[in-house]
T-cell receptor, first 115, second 114 residues
Framework: GAGVSQSPSNKVTEKGKDVELRCDPISGHTALYWYRQSLGQGLEFLIYFQGNSAPDKSGLPSDRFSAERTGGSVSTLTIQRTQQEDSAVYLC?????????????FGEGSWLTVV | DAKTTQPPSMDCAEGRAANLPCNHSTISGNEYVYWYRQIHSQGPQYIIHGLKNNETNEMASLIITEDRKSSTLILPHATLRDTAVYYCIVRPLHGSGNTGKLIFGQGTTLQVKP
């Protein structure tokens, strides 16, 4: 596709349920990032994938959060046993293979509401 | 932590140039200055980036001081649709022991007024 695609665009789930959020990066982009943004807050880095390298998981807030990237393309962010504080918009971004000043492009996000 | 300092808010009259400042006094030689904006919690939109030379594209101009410790984003003719939060970000070149991820600060809320 032309841009980073995320699904679902909106998700309402009950506290304690697991959720999966999907990201399709721009074709050919090897780097993929996940961020989240709580209401009225800034963007918080979660995790980064680059090719076959070990992901940078330094931003994941707890062990309830995990992500995988299959085939070097699509990524899934999984939140287990959701809590109300997990309510946020989850943003995925991608960029070409690292190089001089490669730009990171964002999707429109998946809005998660935990009730 | 974000390595940039921006004013929390600014106003600009429609049709005028909007000049958004950013301080990045601890920037390293291999770090780029990136600008993004975010409208109503949509995904951040890339605007422009630069290393040490001034840059211009169809959206904006980026002026970086000679010592690279500060920069200014210029929207030459602001419109109401330019109302957004503008983020100035210092990003290291990937490959030098880091992921090249963007660390967002609080940004500047630009309000363009009729």
């Amino acid at each position: 596709g032309a841009g980073v695609s995320q699904s679902p665009s909106n998700k309402v789930t009950e506290k304690g349920k697991d959720v999966e959020l999907r990201c399709d990066p721009i074709s050919g982009h090897t780097a993929l990032y996940w961020y989240r943004q709580s209401l009225g807050q800034g963007l918080e880095f979660l995790i980064y994938f680059q090719g076959n390298s070990a992901p940078d998981k330094s931003g994941l807030p707890s062990d309830r959060f995990s992500a995988e990237r299959t085939g070097g393309s699509v990524s899934t962010l999984t939140i287990q046993r959701t809590q109300q504080e997990d309510s946020a918009v989850y943003l995925c971004a991608s960029s070409p293979r690292q190089g001089q000043g490669n730009t990171i492009y964002f999707g429109e996000g998946s809005w998660l509401t935990v009730v | 932590d974000a390595k940039t300092t921006q004013p929390p808010s600014m106003d600009c009259a429609e049709g005028r140039a909007a000049n958004l400042p950013c301080n990045h006094s601890t920037i390293s030689g291999n770090e780029y200055v990136y600008w993004y904006r975010q409208i109503h919690s949509q995904g951040p939109q890339y605007i422009i980036h630069g290393l040490k030379n001034n840059e211009t594209n169809e959206m904006a101009s980026l002026i970086i001081t000679e010592d690279r410790k500060s920069s200014t984003l210029i929207l030459p003719h602001a419109t109401l649709r330019d109302t957004a939060v503008y983020y100035c970000i210092v990003r290291p070149l990937h490959g030098s022991g880091n992921t090249g991820k963007l660390i967002f600060g609080q940004g500047t809320t630009l309000q363009v007024k009729p």
